[in-house]
């Protein structure tokens, strides 16, 4: 039992999966665990532990932001032994190519800032995805014909954006998409030594403006749930 984090020793996995919305959390858990159960739920942050295929699985949310994502994978690392975190989540879309309800595999997270930042002073230091995962998280998507890229992502540390320019160069530079946690979840796998991934639905479109429908939400990230779990344990 940490701060945050109210699972007692045992009962978090290995393996974490980690949607920002802690509903969401519950929703992946009820659907494609089996046998899921409540282990955490201390502020509102649900998180369960079941298995699937028979592998011990934990759903854990996140919340919104790299200082809310920092405070629960540093607990889950550092208090639970979680080895694999993959995040699950959505993303606005960055480039032309990149359609919503696509899946982005993010390769590298850029960013203004982390939680993090400090620590490397005058460094910029470059996360990325564990390569294994990343790998077999693409062969998964081809499988079930989900349209999929791999690539660099911008990670903001705001949500409502007050630098169009900025976004300009990150078009410029090939930037797939934009979310606000990859970046710091990248860093600390890093340091820890253990393996991460983000895998991001696309939900709206800064150029086209469209945006997903609720009601075809779940349908979409569930392709995004299943290509976390098969790169999981492939």
């Known amino acids: 039992m940490t701060t945050h984090i109210g699972a007692k020793p045992g009962e978090i996995a290995e393996t974490v999966l980690l949607p920002g919305d802690p509903y969401r959390a519950r929703w992946a858990a009820q659907t494609f665990l089996d046998r899921p159960r409540l282990v955490n739920e201390v502020r509102g942050m649900l998180g369960f532990t079941g298995t699937w295929k028979g592998n011990p699985v934990t759903i854990h949310g996140t919340g919104m932001g790299m200082p809310s994502l920092s405070i629960y994978v540093n607990e889950l690392i550092r208090e639970y032994g979680a080895k694999t ?27 203004l800032s982390t939680p993090s930042r ?11 995805a564990d390569f294994g995962l990343l790998a077999n998280a693409y062969a998964a998507a081809m499988a079930r014909d989900v349209p999929v890229h791999a690539g660099g992502i911008y990670s903001s540390d705001v949500f409502y954006d007050e630098r169009p320019d900025l976004n300009e160069q990150m078009q410029r530079h090939g930037i797939l998409c934009v979310e606000m946690e990859t970046a ?21 479109h800064l150029l086209t403006q469209e945006s997903l429908p ?6 979409s ?3 995004m749930v299943e290509i976390a779990l098969t790169a999981a344990f492939a």
Do not use: C
């Open 118 to 128: 400090g620590i490397f002073r005058e460094v910029n230091f470059a996360p990325s």
């Open 221 to 223: 990230f569930g392709d």
């Open 184 to 204: 710091e979840l990248y860093t600390l796998a890093a340091r820890h030594h253990a393996r991460a991934l983000s895998i991001l639905t696309i939900s709206d």
């Open 85 to 111: 975190l993959i995040r699950i989540g959505s993303a606005g879309g960055m480039q032309p190519q990149v359609k919503v309800r696509d899946v982005v595999l993010a390769m590298t997270a850029s960013t």
């Open 214 to 219: 609720s009601d075809e939400r779940e349908r």
